[in-house]
Nanobody
Framework: QVQLVESGGGLVQAGGSLRLSCAAS????????MGWVRQAPGKEREFVAA???????HHADSAKGRFTISRDNAKNTVYLQMNNLQPEDTAVYYC????????????????????WGLGTQVTVAS
């Protein structure tokens, strides 16, 4: 129902910053809880951050203090600001959405999200 397209990935040096964007179309953006999930080669998909319809957010321990999720409903876009990137952050980052949430609901289990983008590669050089 909703289409998600990520952008903003790239190659950075350790300590650098990137801002990922996820543009949504084909649905009512304000009705979706949104999240960011990443997957490194050979590893399971890992929850990074999520934001509720209300704007409340939650970040994984690995992201807390460095990454910030936000949303702009007027632009149908969710963002992930990533600061002080480290080599262990190297992964494909996916945007995800779920309509089956209350105003304050947040999903932290990747497999429970309904919709996914195709991902954007983030590579951090040591």
């Amino acid at each position: 129902q909703v289409q998600l397209v990520e952008s903003g990935g790239g190659l950075v040096q350790a300590g650098g910053s990137l801002r990922l964007s996820c543009a949504a179309s084909g649905g009512t953006f304000s009705s979706y809880a949104m999240g960011w999930v990443r997957q490194a080669p050979g590893k399971e998909r890992e929850f990074v951050a999520a934001i509720a319809r209300s704007g409340g957010s939650h970040h994984a321990d690995s992201a807390k203090g460095r990454f910030t999720i936000s949303r702009d409903n007027a632009k149908n876009t969710v963002y992930l600001q990533m600061n002080n990137l480290q080599p262990e952050d190297t992964a494909v980052y996916y945007c995800a959405a779920d309509q089956r949430m209350s105003m304050h609901g947040i999903r932290t289990t990747p497999r429970e999200y309904e919709y996914w983008g195709l991902g954007t590669q983030v590579t951090v050089a040591s």
